[in-house]
């Protein structure tokens, strides 16, 4: 079995075959493969279910900014404490930022 890696979001250790790729920058609005993180499929849900590819271009186009967001600091401190084998569903908020 491969050697874990993080989340580069939450740090939470998982497979390589169970992260995602995440555009920082979306391809919608000009990402390209070099704008690619690989994040947990938790943290790509509440990504998505929270920000608008708008919002991702112009506010969060890094992960490190990403993970200052305001709008994802209780989430990412919840996560951070649960097992990776959890897998909860996201819910969308009713507008999306």
Sequence with gaps: MPDPIPCALC???FAP????????????KGGTCEDVELICSQCHGMVHA?????T?????PTIDQLRQAPELSSF?????????TRRKRNRARRRKI
Excluded at 17 to 28: A, G
Excluded at 56 to 60: F, G, H, I, K
Excluded at 76 to 84: E, G
């Design 56 to 60: 991702l271009a112009t506010l969060y």
């Design 11 to 13: 740090g939470r250790s």
């Design 17 to 28: 075959s169970l992260l995602t790729k995440h555009h920082c920058l979306p391809r919608q």
């Design 50 to 54: 929270t920000y608008t590819n708008a």
């Design 76 to 84: 990412l401190r919840w996560v951070r404490k649960q097992p990776p």
